[in-house]
């Protein structure tokens, strides 16, 4: 047996908090502790990235650029990560060059030294320009793989990935088992695999989600794999790391032996114990195993996701339906990760196609992009069929998706100008306009106001607990209250939509008036002579009208854009004629089988 030192990055102030505590704790609640993680001697650090930049300015009143600052002053010894989702840095959607360069420029100037840089779809494209500035930067970067199983992901494809990472320049290789689904014999296969043919140091992430973590761990290290992330106890488990204490101790006096001091980490242990006593976490998120992961090979959080939409159709009686549904869609996607945002977009077509009884008759604008390319390159082949029918005609782009995005730096510094204290404000405010602006605001008024928290629409900001963790809005819930007011024997439905915040008074956020309609319609289309009246295919609320009373529009045209279980679903229309009533408008909710415009 050969003798190697086994390296440990600690999550707890990154993914631990943000898998178990919904990304909320504070900076406050760190520095207690800090001067003594110091003194571990871990090989580093996990504490910026993923959902920590807009949980900082969305619900906790801190600069997330301050926060970097400030543990960089203490960590004098201890090596600083970041999470980075490539060319969506730490937001949901694809960023220009421009940004990118800028964003990973300014986190290794305030602190970062290891930078790690994933893509959902593992399309290196999307990473490769953060590398690129990263390592010029004199960062050290680590190339990651989206661990998920398919028939499409072998241990060859996973290999071919990280040997293109390691060629664009890549210091380290990562595998981010965001699910839980990597298991102890497979984790063996593929880190010897790596570690043969790829020659770069391999560092293991994995959820302890299905209960397999911990023992991937030891297969990992009997193979040879250099470092593995865990968390501080209390911060451990459940959908988090498993345990740096307990890892630490299952290899003391053996050849993989850490060196770490288990007094010294039960110190560190015994602070967190503290602190996670601030925060209610849901059982089903701290212990536990869940079994769906084992069942379905579909990530926990992604269930949990589609159950709680399903709630809101009053369908959840659907759920084994759409679980089968899934597989079937990620297949004709060509078999995504199912990881932020492809679980979102995967999960709620599924819905779709279940609820709307025939597949595919409502396809989502998230769908539409994946199928034209936007997202990236799917790691298998997309149904063709699909595909022609969806884009109608329409090629899919084969470039980088990012490179039909404009510079957005310049224009995003001018918009934000009167609020700008740092030039890193520029970026805050390009990533998350909404958070942001919220922010600078109450940061102008020296933080009188509260943080606003959920308000913002910033999406796909996901609700519940999708697989990395990210379960922003614990702390708040809405409630939507209808009546129904009658006005000359026309019914109008009223909904009040009220966000109730914790220690605080309820707000009313939105309401909205809609023409009760007269008898439900079930189909999509309702044609009364020469006029054809356009109906809600499913619940939903109105995102955009794109037309007025008086267009002329063709068969297939665009009328609205309606938001579904997340996701915005185009309303075109079924015939070519004049748009002679438009029923419903911006912002109202609407009901399946509800009249929205007609056209004649
Ligand atoms: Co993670």
């Not at 969305?58 to 600052?69: G, I, N, Q, T």
């Not at 689904?181 to 043919?197: D, G, Q, R």
């Amino acid at each position: 047996m050969e003798s190697s030192k086994l390296l440990i990055t600690d999550t707890s102030l990154r993914d631990g908090h943000q898998s178990l505590m919904a990304t909320r704790m504070k900076t406050e609640e760190m520095l207690p502790v800090v001067e003594k993680m110091n003194e571990v001697g871990y090989h580093s650090l996990e504490v910026w990235g993923g959902a920590t930049f807009d949980s900082c300015m969305r619900f906790l009143d801190e600069d997330p650029w301050e926060r970097l600052k400030q543990l960089r002053k203490i960590f004098t010894k201890t090596k600083l990560q970041m999470l980075l989702r490539g060319q969506n840095l730490v937001g949901y959607r694809h960023y220009p060059d421009d940004l990118v360069e800028e964003f990973v420029k300014k986190a290794i100037y305030n602190g970062i030294d290891i930078i790690r840089v994933f893509d959902a779809l593992n399309d290196v494209r999307n990473m490769q320009k953060a590398i690129e500035v990263a390592k010029a930067e004199g960062a050290h970067v680590q190339g990651t793989l989206s661990y998920t199983t398919s028939p499409v992901h072998d241990l060859n494809c996973f290999v071919d990935t990280a040997i293109t990472l390691k060629h664009l320049g890549s210091d380290s290789i990562c595998i981010k088992d965001m699910a839980g689904l990597l298991s102890p014999y497979h984790a063996y296969e593929l880190i010897k695999k790596l570690k043969e043919t790829v020659g770069l140091p391999v560092q293991l992430h994995c959820h302890y989600t299905s209960g397999m973590a911990s023992m991937s761990y030891l297969k990992a290290v009997e193979a040879g794999v250099d470092i593995v992330d865990t968390a501080t106890a209390p911060l451990a488990l459940g959908t988090s790391q498993p345990p740096t204490d307990t890892i630490v101790a299952a290899l003391k006096d053996t050849p993989y032996d850490t060196m770490l001091d288990i007094n010294l980490l039960s110190e560190v242990s015994n602070y967190f114990k503290s602190v996670r006593g601030n925060y209610q976490i849901p059982l089903d998120i701290a212990l536990g195993v869940d079994t769906n992961v084992l069942n379905y090979q579909i990530p926990g959080g992604m269930i949990s996701n589609l159950a709680s939409q399903l709630e809101e159709y009053n369908a959840t009686h659907r759920l084994e339906e759409v679980l089968k549904e899934v597989p079937r869609v990620r297949k004709e996607l060509g078999y995504p990760p199912l990881v932020t945002p492809s679980s979102q977009i995967v999960g709620s077509q599924a819905a779709a196609n279940v609820l709307m009884g025939e597949r595919y008759q409502v396809v989502s604008n998230e769908v539409k992009n994946y199928l034209k390319g936007l997202y990236g390159k799917p790691p298998g082949t997309i149904d063709k069929e699909l595909q022609k029918k969806v884009l109608q005609g329409e090629e899919p782009i084969t470039c980088r998706p990012a490179d039909l995005l404009e510079p957005g730096f310049e224009q995003a510094r001018r918009e934000i100008e009167d609020y700008l204290e740092k030039s890193e404000d520029v970026l805050s405010y390009a990533l998350f306009p909404n958070a942001a602006r919220d922010y600078f605001e109450r940061r102008k008024s020296g933080f009188k106001q509260q943080a606003s928290g959920d308000k913002n629409h910033e999406k796909p900001e996901p609700k519940g607990k999708p697989a990395e963790g990210s379960s922003a809005g614990r702390d708040t819930h809405t409630e939507s209250r209808s009546f129904k007011v009658t006005v000359d024997d026309q019914s109008y439905r009223v909904q009040v939509e009220e966000v109730v915040m914790v220690n605080e008074q309820p707000q009313v956020t939105s309401a909205s008036v809609s023409r009760e309609p007269d008898s439900k319609e079930t189909s999509h289309q309702a044609q009364d002579g020469s006029s054809t009246t356009v109906n809600a295919p499913m619940p939903g609320s109105v995102l955009d009208v794109v037309v007025k009373e008086g267009d002329q529009v063709n068969e297939g045209d665009q009328l609205m854009v309606l938001e579904a279980m997340k996701m915005e679903n185009e309303i075109t229309s079924p015939v070519t004629g004049k748009v002679t009533r438009v029923i419903t408008a911006k912002g109202a909710s609407v009901n399946s089988g509800e009249p929205l415009a007609i056209i004649d």
